[in-house]
């Protein structure tokens, strides 16, 4: 499968426990993006990458989540002391840099937190 | 601020019988529009974009800059259109991030 991949799959964790998922684009798609999506929602942009340099946060990554994509790979999504209101899908998308196709994002299965 | 809103969360129609899915945006430049689809156990995909005036699956959409409207129309539904469908918006200057609609779930029956 040369697709977006996400891993964990699923992750159940406990409140105030720190949690990381990982992301890996499709080979070269310089752009990636993080969702988050809770029930009966439509994902929510959380955050930007465009090669290694992180362009986009959204007000909604407060400073409990952190993400990286330290050499323009893979990323991270990071969060810290987890809250029960951080239970919800992580989405992981990429993005080509040329042609039409840049404006298509293809999604990964995502990552399901459930924080207990 | 950019919105997206789809206005019915559940939609049901028979095969052969035509379907529209509504999708009224709000953003105050040119955006971009799209919608994903998602297909029971796979993952979020893209189905089409306004900006390439296609059609898919049968389906297409027209952007409505008056009416700021974009809703998806098929005029004969098939038993595998039975998804979940998200409207989505891109701004011109905001790399491409997408906001979305909250999803209409698509129902064909037999």
């Known amino acids: 499968d040369t697709g977006v991949s996400q891993n964990p799959r699923h992750k159940i964790t406990k409140r105030g426990q720190n949690v990381t998922f990982r992301c890996d684009p499709i080979s070269e798609h310089n752009r990636l993006y993080w969702y988050r999506q809770t029930l009966g929602q439509g994902p929510e942009f959380l955050t930007y990458?465009?090669?290694?340099?992180?362009?986009?946060k959204s007000r909604l990554l407060s400073d409990r989540f952190s993400a990286e994509r330290p050499k323009g790979s893979f990323s991270t999504l990071e969060i810290q002391r987890t809250e029960q209101g951080d239970s919800a899908m992580y989405l992981c998308?990429?993005?080509?840099?040329?042609?039409?196709?840049?404006?298509?994002?293809?999604f990964g299965p995502g990552t399901r937190l459930t924080v207990t | 601020a950019q919105r997206v809103t789809q206005p019915e969360k559940l939609l049901s129609v028979f095969k052969g019988a035509p379907v529209e899915l509504k999708c009224n945006y709000s953003?105050?430049?040119?955006?971009?529009l799209f919608w994903y689809v998602q297909y029971s156990r796979q993952r979020l995909q893209l189905l089409l974009r306004?900006?390439s005036r296609e059609s898919i699956k049968g389906f297409t959409a027209d952007l409505n800059k008056g009416e700021t409207s974009f809703h998806l129309k098929k005029p004969f539904a098939q038993e595998e259109d039975s998804a979940m469908y998200y409207c989505?918006?891109?701004?011109?200057?905001?790399?491409?991030?997408?906001?979305f609609g909250q999803g209409t779930i698509l129902t064909v029956h037999p």
């Open positions: 998308a990429s993005s080509p840099p040329k042609g039409q196709s840049r404006y298509e994002q293809y």
């Open positions: 306004h900006i």
């Open positions: 990458f465009q090669n290694e340099a992180q362009l986009e």
């Open positions: 953003y105050s430049g040119s955006p971009e």
């Open positions: 989505a918006l891109s701004g011109g200057t905001s790399y491409g991030k997408l906001t």
